[in-house]
C-alpha cells in the first residue's frame, strides 16, 4: 500500500535533530553574552582614557596660560570633590616634576608620593547622572629652554587610580607634549 503525500523519510523533525538546534541556538547566545560583555569592558576603558585625555590637556591649558618666567609660579585648580590642587607652572633646564622614560613620557613606576611637590594631583571626576567619583593620577614635567627661559617643553600624564586612590599599574596612561613660550620680546 502507498502513501499518498510523500514518503515515510518526511515525517518531522527528530529528537536528536531538535537537541542539535538547541545546542546550536545556546551556542550562539552564549557568544552574543560575551560579546556584550566584552564590548561593556571597551567603553568603560575608553571613558577612563577620554578623561586622562582631558585632564592632561587641562594642565596643559592651565601651564600655558602662565608667561613662561613672568614671575607666577602656581595655578590652582579645584576638582568635583571641592579638593583645591595647586598646578606648578615652572620648570628648569633638566627638567622640574614627575620623573620621564627614556621615551620621554611620565614615569607612573615613580611613586605618587616622590614626584615633586605640585607636579603631581589626584584629580577627582564626578559622574554626573550617576555620583560616581572616579580618581585620576595626572603629573607633568616641565624642562626649561634656553637661557634666560623663553620657551618650556611640557610633557603630561594621566590615568586612572582605583576606588582607593592607588593608582593601577595596568591602567594605560595618557601622555600629552606641548612647548610653551613667550613670543621673543
Known sequence: MRRI????????????EMLIALLVLTIG?????????????????????TTSTALA????????????GGGVSTVTITDCANNNLTIATTGA??????????????????????VTANYAMPYTVCGVNTGTKTVYD????IKSIGSP????????????????????QRASSVNIRTIVGNDGN
Open 57 to 68: 590637556e587641562m594642565v596643559i591649558s592651565r601651564i600655558s596660560s602662565v608667561p613662561v
Open 5 to 16: 503525500g510523500g514518503s515515510k523519510k518526511e515525517r518531522g523533525t527528530s529528537l536528536i
Open 93 to 114: 633646564t633638566t627638567g622640574s616634576g614627575a620623573n620621564l622614560t627614556s621615551a620621554g613620557k611620565v614615569d607612573f613606576s615613580q611613586s605618587f608620593s616622590s
Open 149 to 168: 627661559a623663553k620657551t618650556e617643553f611640557v610633557v603630561v600624564g594621566a590615568r586612572s587610580m582605583d576606588t582607593s586612590g592607588t593608582a593601577l
Open 29 to 49: 547566545l552564549v557568544g552574543s553574552v560575551a560579546v556584550v560583555g566584552v564590548a561593556i569592558g571597551s567603553n568603560s576603558r575608553s571613558k577612563k582614557d
Open 138 to 141: 595626572v603629573r607633568w614635567n
